[in-house]
C-alpha cells in the first residue's frame, strides 16, 4: 500500500489531497496518513497541507524496490527486491535462501558488516556509498558453465559503465577496473548436483559514491569509486536499475543460444590482462606468467615461460600486473 501510495505521489506536481488516494486505493484517510507517516520515517519529504493534501518533495538515496524500480525493464529479474538497511553479506543471505526463492529475486543492502570476497577475503561495504547487491538466479546449465555468468555479469556490468566515459577495463575474472583501480568486484557461488545447478548467487559490490576517506589505507591504493573518477554524485537507483536491465538483456540472450562468445568479445577487447604479465596465485605455487588469451570457454590462456597453459577462474588469483618482464 505504501508504494501505490508514493506512486500516485510521484505522479503528480502538485497536491494530492486524502480524499482522492482514499478513493483510488479505497483506504481511509487514517490508514494513509499513518503510511505517510512511515514513508517520512524512511526518508522521504513529503509536504502535507490540511486543505490541499500531500506533496512528494524529495526521495532518499536508498536502494529499496520502490526507488528501483520505475527505471527496472526487466521481464523478472528484480521483480521482488529484498532490501536491508545493513546486512552481514547480500550473498550470505542470499545462499541461505537460494533454493527456496522466486527466479531473479535480488537482496540489496546500504551496507554490509560482514561483505565478502573469494577466497574469504573481505569486502568493504560503506553504507549508501556503493551497490551491494545479489542476483539469485536458476538456470538451467550444468554447474561446468557457471564461470560464463561471470563473464556475463562482468561485460553488462562494463557495458553499463560506459556512460560514464572513463577508461574502464575488465579484469578476468571478476573484477572491473577503472584507471587501473577496482571499481567493482563479483562474486558467484552456486549450490549444484553433479550436473545441474540448483540455484547461483551472482553478488555484485560496486563503489558508486565512495570517496577516498571510506577506504582504508590498503585500498586507497587499489580501490576507486565513479564518484572519485568522475567527480560527480552518482544516482545510485538509476545506475543499480540499469545493471539489473543489461545484464538481464544478455542473461536471457545467453540461455537461448548457449553462445558466450559475444560476452567473451567484449571481456577480450577491454581486458586489463591481456598481453601483460601476472602473478598466477595457485593453492601451492606462485608465478609470473604472459596472459595471451581469453578461449571460447572463458579460460585465461597464460604462457609460462614458453608453455600454454589454461586457468578457469576458481583455481588462481590474480595480483600483480606487470608491463614488462
Ligand atoms: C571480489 O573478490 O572482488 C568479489 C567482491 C564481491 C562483493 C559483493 S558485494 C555484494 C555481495 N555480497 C558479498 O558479501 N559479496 C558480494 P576478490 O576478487 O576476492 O577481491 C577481494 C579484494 O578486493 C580484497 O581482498 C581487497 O583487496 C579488495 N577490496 C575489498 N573491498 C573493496 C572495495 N570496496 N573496492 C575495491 N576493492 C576492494
Known amino acids: 500500500m505504501k508504494s501505490k501510495i508514493l506512486n500516485i505521489l ?3 506536481d502538485t497536491y494530492v489531497s486524502g480524499e482522492e488516494i482514499s478513493k483510488l486505493l479505497g483506504i481511509s484517510r487514517a490508514a494513509i496518513w499513518k503510511h505517510i507517516n512511515q514513508l517520512k520515517k524512511e526518508g522521504y ?3 502535507s497541507l490540511t486543505k490541499n493534501g500531500y506533496k512528494l518533495i524529495s526521495s532518499p538515496d536508498i536502494l529499496s524496490f520502490d526507488e528501483i524500480s520505475p527505471f527496472l525493464k526487466t521481464k523478472f529479474i528484480g521483480h521482488d527486491i529484498l532490501y536491508f538497511e545493513s546486512i552481514d553479506s547480500t550473498n550470505t543471505f542470499a545462499k541461505s535462501i537460494s533454493q527456496n526463492c522466486k527466479d531473479g529475486l535480488v537482496i540489496i543492502a546500504e551496507e554490509q558488516t560482514k561483505g565478502r570476497g573469494r577466497l574469504g577475503r573481505t569486502w568493504v561495504s560503506p553504507k549508501r556509498k ?3 547487491m ?3 538466479l536458476h538456470p538451467n546449465l550444468p554447474p561446468t558453465e557457471a564461470h560464463k ?5 562482468a561485460s553488462s556490468i562494463y557495458n553499463t559503465l560506459c556512460k560514464f566515459n572513463v577508461d574502464i577495463k575488465i579484469k578476468w575474472p571478476n573484477d572491473i577496473l577503472i584507471n587501473g583501480k577496482k571499481v567493482c568486484g563479483i562474486l558467484t557461488e552456486m549450490n549444484a548436483e553433479l550436473n545441474h545447478i540448483n540455484s547461483l548467487v551472482i553478488g555484485i559490490g560496486i563503489n558508486v559514491n565512495t570517496e577516498v576517506e571510506d577506504f582504508n589505507e590498503e585500498l586507497t591504493k587499489i580501490a576507486t569509486s565513479l564518484r572519485i573518477e568522475t567527480g ?3 544516482d545510485r537507483k538509476k545506475l543499480t536499475a540499469e545493471i539489473l536491465n543489461n545484464f538481464e538483456d544478455f542473461y536471457i540472450d545467453y540461455l537461448s543460444t548457449k553462445d558466450i562468445r559475444p560476452y567473451l568479445e567484449i571481456v577480450r577487447k577491454n581486458s586489463a590482462l591481456i598481453n601483460k604479465y601476472v602473478e598466477i596465485i595457485k593453492p601451492n605455487e606462485k608465478y609470473i606468467a604472459k596472459v595471451v588469451d581469453i578461449d571460447d ?3 585465461l590462456v597464460i604462457d609460462n615461460d614458453g608453455k600454454i597453459e589454461k586457468l578457469l577462474s576458481g583455481e588462481v588469483s ?3 600486473m606487470y608491463n614488462g618482464k
Do not use: A, E, P
Not at 149 to 153: A, D, E, G, Q, S
Open 134 to 136: 545479489s542476483i539469485i
Open 10 to 12: 510521484r505522479s503528480s
Open 297 to 299: 570457454d572463458g579460460q
Open 130 to 132: 556503493g551497490i551491494w
Open 232 to 234: 560527480k554524485f552518482i
Open 149 to 153: 555468468l561471470t563473464i556475463i555479469t
Open 318 to 320: 590474480l595480483h600483480n
Open 45 to 47: 519529504q513529503i509536504d
